[in-house]
DNA sequence: CGATCGCTTCGGCGGATCCCGAACCGTCCG
DNA sequence: CGGACGGTTCGGGATCCGCCGAAGCGATCG
């Protein structure tokens, strides 16, 4: 952008916007977002190949623009696309460049597994972390607030039950239990002390088992029936 | 272009494309193009607001990514958008820029004019142009070829008696009769000593007449009644 | 509390871009 | 033929951008 000294308040012009989609970090962190999900920095950084500082700085950029969305949790710096119009743009550019119609996967094979069951740093999420969340509300047995929730007394009783230590992890240092949004169902999920320990747990049963280079998570056939039997919860093909 | 090293003959990239439109001078160029017309090198120069040398080079940048096509008519260099991809892109671009639906103007009142009837140097294109090579083919006045044209006798004897010197243009050392491909209609009009003469004769007979700051030209109230007369043509509101 | 982690800011280097003045070439005109 | 004109090529100068190393900051974890 050698040109476009003050940007100020004036709308961008198409040349600025063209601009910021014309370098191929930033190409490839909006393609990566193209899906609808919030990434973090640290995994932008990866899709798009340069070093985190480097990435902060275009972020920063793609931000200010209103190209992208920032959310901040916790020490996470999440980044989604700031509207469908971002998306049809791409689309455009990438029908040009490849001369042809656009060739992104909006649900790749990979992207389906992320949706259905994926770790959420040490938690889970995707539609399976949302269905946990959900099921232990519907109970009674945890109930979530805008900031954090609590296990009720029924709720430590199942749990506890379950194998998890909920008095140690109540004493602990961590937070014990608050929400965290869930980016592609837009629904939040378990997280804290109490996310960790459930996710821990289903790990150990041989529930759900991590696969390498993703953070999806398969659930192997004993988790299905585990997950059916313990929270009624059945994952089929049309989700939750 | 920082890193698009060789780009040689594989598909360009998303942020090569966009990286072409994300110049001020070449973004202002293609919103030039947009409305499907052909403009030379000079008439972009003058809309992105620099060099005639500075254009050359974005233009054919702009060509060898195929976002542009060229196409030469004497000392003049026609660059027009490549696909109708070209102009769903820049859209696309524009309403990210603008938040906004975009706003060019398709078919302007200045455009329609300019679609009516303009000046191609010193003969005539638009509508009217087209036109008048038209009735002069049909009636076997004019026979029309791809590189020269010829009137025959019948035709020397109506456009003399029009007021036009027929013997002495042939004479000249200006071609006598050529056709010139036109934009807007993408067919031939009459140019050359020719197109020239006949022109310059609808002036001054007053059938028609120069605007300021455009090519565009008007036709009066008795130029549509001559037209009608000696060339049977009637430009409606639908055109041609 | 100290250590780690994720992200951001700061500073400087290397390289590419953009732009125009000058010169060149082909076309068109008298 | 000579001049004018439109377009392109060549060369250099100013600018800016993208990138990373080093350091700072807040949140998290043991």
Known sequence: MT??????????????VAALVGNPARANMLTALLDGRALTAGE????????????????????EARLLLLSKQGRHAYYRLASPLIGRMLEG??????????????????DEALRTA??????????????LADTLSARGQVEMGEDG???????????????????????????FCRPCLDWSERRPHLAGAL???LTDRLFTLGWI????????????????????????????????
Chains 1, 2 share one sequence.
Not at 3 to 16: D, K, L, R, V
Not at 118 to 131: I, M
Not at 159 to 170: A, E, S, V
């Open 149 to 175: 929730g609590e296990v009720t007394e029924d709720g430590a009783a199942f749990l506890t039950d379950f194998g998890l230590p909920i008095t140690d992890l109540r004493n602990g240092r961590r937070t």
């Open 44 to 63: 932008l950084a990866h899709a798009a190949g340069v070093s985190p500082q480097t990435t902060s700085g275009h972020l920063a950029k793609l931000a």
């Open 3 to 16: 040109y476009f000294s003050g940007m100020s308040a004036t709308a961008p012009s198409i040349a600025e």
């Open 209 to 240: 088992m991590r696969q390498r280079d993703t953070r999806a998570v398969l659930i192997s056939a004993k988790g299905r029936a585990g997950l059916k039997a313990a929270f009624g919860i059945e994952l089929g093909a049309d989700g939750a």
């Open 93 to 110: 550019i990438m029908a040009v460049a490849a001369d042809g119609p656009p060739r992104y996967r909006p649900r790749s094979r990979g």
């Open 118 to 131: 994926r770790t959420c740093y040490d938690h889970l999420a995707g539609r399976l972390g949302v269905a």
């Open 195 to 197: 996310g960790a320990a």
